[in-house]
């Protein structure tokens, strides 16, 4: 049997679209309901710049006015604003050794590409979470937290059922969404947190319409179980913060542009060494924010900026943002 060589199987046009396609839909958010595609942002990452803006009109205010045959009605203004996305440049790089077992698959294209799919799936995963703990952040040092719910202390040895995740908490974390509560779709968890849901008797399994699969369910929520979502440690312990979506409160779209997705490259030196190099250019943004670090000058934001105060604002009213933390002893 002739040796299979990355180059033999990476041929773009079969094994880019196959890549980029798992990775969205092994994306445990996606299949949540929460991230959705984004046709508008995968045109703008064709463009030159690193932020977008997004105008929208602001919701329409005021009392209505009583009609009368002599008084004329008030004409308001309706007034619009924008968000503003940011462009991300990420890359990851293996060598042979690290492909030897996909390679001498039976089918290796497949082998290969579920395995450079799950790594961004995890990737867009982690980034995702940093940005939301970066909003969250910002909501607490500039908005008076009104997107938050802690029940966490400092002393994590005192902890009680009291600073723990519970349904009257979670109500409470729900309710930060006003009338607009029946919005809430899903709830991204660590897996400590989900391990007290499931002690106290809180998840419920119901049946898929189209499969015998049984999908746990936290108060008729989907659920993410994700342990990339902040931990901050703190005297006996830990606190765990908890994130309440909308659904579709998260845009994403990855288009490589100019840039080559996946690149095989073969060094002949020696026994010969193949590589395989992997980019993606792409845009995660949780609507009703907009980036906002200055100076920003780098090619695409680190990871301590996505989660930085300073990077993030809220534009829509807290009833319409796409999220609510619940933070907590677990």
């Not at 929460?34 to 977008?52: E, H, Y």
């Not at 995702?128 to 202390?153: C, K, P, Q």
């Not at 908890?242 to 080559?260: D, R, T």
């Not at 604002?313 to 677990?330: E, Q, T």
Request: glycine share 6%; charged share 20%; hydrophobic share 40%.
């Amino acid at each position: 049997m002739a040796e299979t060589k990355l180059s033999d199987v990476i041929v773009p046009t079969v094994f880019d679209p196959y890549v980029s396609e798992r990775s969205i839909h092994l994306n445990k958010f996606f299949q949540a309901g929460v991230l959705v595609q984004s046709p508008v942002l995968f045109d703008k990452l064709a463009g030159g710049s690193n932020t977008f803006n997004f105008p929208f009109w602001k919701d329409l205010s005021g009392d209505s006015e009583i009609l009368d045959e002599t008084n004329p009605m008030t004409v308001n203004e309706i007034t619009a604003d924008k968000m503003i996305a940011r462009r991300q440049l990420r890359g990851k790089a293996w060598g042979a050794t690290d492909l030897a077992a996909q390679l001498s698959g039976d089918n290796p294209i497949q082998a290969i590409g579920d395995r450079v799919a799950q790594y961004w799936a995890t990737q867009y995963e982690k980034l995702l979470t940093l940005t939301v703990r970066g909003i969250i952040a910002d909501n607490v040092a500039n908005d008076s937290s009104d997107l938050v719910v802690d029940i966490s202390i400092d002393n994590a040895t005192s902890a009680t059922a009291a600073n723990k995740i519970s349904a009257e908490k979670t109500i409470d974390a729900v309710l930060k969404q006003g009338d607009h509560f029946s919005e809430v779709y899903a709830i991204a968890v660590h897996s400590t947190v989900y391990s007290t849901l499931l002690k106290n008797d809180l998840i419920d399994y119901v049946q898929d319409s189209r499969s015998n699969l049984l999908i746990p369910k936290y108060m008729g929520l989907n659920i993410v179980v994700d342990d990339d979502l902040p931990v901050i440690a703190v005297t006996g312990g830990y606190k765990y913060h908890s994130y309440l979506f909308k659904q579709g409160a998260i845009a994403f779209a990855e288009n490589p542009g100019k840039y080559v997705a996946n690149e095989a490259y073969r060094d002949p030196k020696g026994i010969g060494v193949d590589s395989l190099y992997t980019r993606r250019q792409f845009c995660i943004h949780l609507l009703g924010f907009s980036w906002v670090l200055s100076p920003d000058t780098a090619t695409s934001p680190s990871d301590a900026q996505l989660y930085t105060l300073g990077s993030w604002d809220r534009v829509y009213s807290a009833k319409n943002a796409g999220v609510i933390a619940l933070i907590s002893n677990g």
